[in-house]
């Protein structure tokens, strides 16, 4: 029905920047939030970053005024720029979409498959 396929992870220095890309494809009538979680080894998965469908960002603390989410509305696309990356435990980030397919009445939550973000030196 729907598909969220995410790139752009991978090794980056501390101090360094990745941008994640995750989109969409499928039976989609439209899109709400547009949001990246992250999830160490060990630890529960968190939020990262959404973003509405009219704009309004929000953001975990600990990545407030390094990370910035933005979407695309015609290509169904949410974007991640992290920038000043500090040295901690990779993790993996998995892209959300609140998705309403065509010819339904009620959206449902859909989550990519995750891309690796290791910052180390």
């Known amino acids: 029905q729907v598909q969220l396929v995410e790139s752009g992870g991978g090794l980056v220095q501390p101090g360094g920047s990745l941008r994640l890309s995750c989109a969409a494809s499928?039976?989609?009538?439209?899109?709400?939030?547009m949001g990246w979680y992250r999830q160490a080894p060990g630890k529960q998965r968190e939020l990262v970053a959404f973003i509405t469908s009219g704009g309004s960002t929000n953001y975990a603390g600990a990545v407030k005024g390094r990370f910035t989410i933005s979407r695309d509305n015609a290509k169904n696309t949410v974007y991640l720029q992290m920038n000043s990356l500090k040295p901690e435990a990779p993790a993996v980030y998995y892209c959300?979409?609140?998705?309403?397919?065509?010819?339904?009445?009620?959206?449902?939550?859909?989550w990519g498959q995750g891309t690796q973000v290791t910052v180390s030196s």
């Open positions: 959300n979409m609140i998705v309403r397919l065509i010819l339904r009445v009620s959206p449902d939550d859909y």
């Open positions: 499928g039976s989609i009538g439209s899109i709400s939030t």
